[in-house]
C-alpha cells in the first residue's frame, strides 16, 4: 500500500554515529546542540528568531500567550485542521469561533473571518492544511485593520511559501510540528518562529518553568508561569541531521503535488484545490474534492494506494460545544475532501499509477 504519510529519516550510517556520541555525552537536556538546531533552523527559514520547543502544540500554546490571549478572549480559527490547533486555544483559557472554509481549499476563509471579528477578538489562527498556504495578501489587511494578531499553524507547511519567502519568515507567530509524520521529523518536536528579540526572550521564558537560563539559577526570579516546553539535545540532534536532508524531501512533495495538479486536474467527478495569489504550497499531502468519496477510496485501496479524510472536523467534539454554529461550506467540503499520498516516498511510477488509477473512474 502506498501511504499517505511516512516518516522520512536519514541514513543509518548518518545519524546514528551523531546520535550516539550526543546520547553518551552526558548532555542530553537543553544545551548547545539546541541552539545550533535553532541557528540552522533559522538560517533555513530565513527568520533569526527561531525558539525551538518539544511539540507544535506546547509552540502554539506559547505563541497564542504571547498574542496576549487569556481566559474570556476568542480566538477565530478553522474546524478542518488536526485537533491540536484548537486544543491550544483551550489550553490559553480562550473561547473558539468558527471560521468557515473557503469552498475551493478547505482553508480558513477571509470573508467568513470578518464577519466573526467582535471586540473579544485577541488572535486569528491560519492554518495552512495540508501545506496550502492561506489568503495571507487577505488576512494581513484583516489584522493590520482590526489590529488583531495572526498566528499561522504551519505544522503541515515547511517548505511553502508566500510571496517567494518561506512560511516563517513574517511578522505573525508561525509555528513548525517535527511530529513522526510531518515534512522533518525530530521523532517529536516543535519551533515557534517571532518577529523580534524581545518576543524571542519571552517565549523563551514560557517554554522553561519562566526560569532565565541566560543567569544562573540562584539569581532567577520567577515572575510568570512557564511550562516545561522545551527541545532537548537529542531530538535537536536528529534535528541538525535531519536539516541537511530537508530540501531535497520538500522537493519532492513539491513535483508530486505539481504532477496532480496537472494530471488530475479536469478530471470528471473531481476537483483539484486552487491556490492563492502569490502563495506556493509545500504539499504534505495532497488534498481532493471528490463526487462518492467511500467508493473514491475503495477503488484507491484495492489498487494499494491509501486515501482518507484524515481528521475529524474538529467542531464535532462535545469540547467545542460551545462554538457550535453553521457552516455550510464546511459541511460541503468535508462531505467531499479526501487525501491521497504525494509524499517523498511516491516516486514517478507510483504518482502515474495513481492517476491512471482515478482516470479509470469508480
Ligand atoms: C495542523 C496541526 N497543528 C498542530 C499540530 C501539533 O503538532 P505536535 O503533534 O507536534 O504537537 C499538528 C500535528 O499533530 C497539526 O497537524
Known sequence: ??????????????????????????????????????????????????????????????????????????????????????????????????????????LIDAKSVRSRITSKTKAIMLVHYAGMVCDLNEFNQISKEFNIPLIEDAAHALGSKFNNKFIGDSPNHTIFSFQAIKHMTTVDGGMLAVNSQEVFDKGRLKRWFGIDKTKPRLENDIVDTGFKYHMNNVNATIGIVQLRHIAEVIKKHINNGMYFDKNLNGLSGLSVPTYYKNTEPSYWIYTLKVERRSDFIRLLNQNGIAASELHLRNDKHTLFSESKRELPQLDDFYGKLVHIPCGWWVNSEDRQKIVEVINKGW
Open 1 to 106: 500500500m502506498i501511504p499517505i504519510v511516512k516518516p522520512f529519516l536519514p541514513p543509518n550510517d548518518e545519524l546514528m554515529p551523531e546520535l550516539e556520541e550526543i546520547i553518551y555525552s552526558g548532555y542530553i537536556a537543553e544545551g548547545e546542540k539546541v541552539y545550533d538546531f535553532e541557528r540552522r533552523f533559522s538560517r533555513f527559514i530565513g527568520n533569526k528568531y527561531c525558539l525551538s520547543v518539544n511539540s507544535g502544540t506546547a509552540a502554539l500554546h506559547i505563541a497564542l500567550i504571547l498574542a496576549g490571549v487569556g481566559p474570556g478572549d476568542e480566538v477565530i480559527s478553522t474546524p478542518l485542521t488536526a485537533e491540536p490547533t484548537n486544543i491550544s486555544i483551550k489550553m490559553a483559557g480562550a473561547k473558539v469561533v468558527w471560521a468557515d472554509v473557503d469552498p475551493n481549499n478547505g
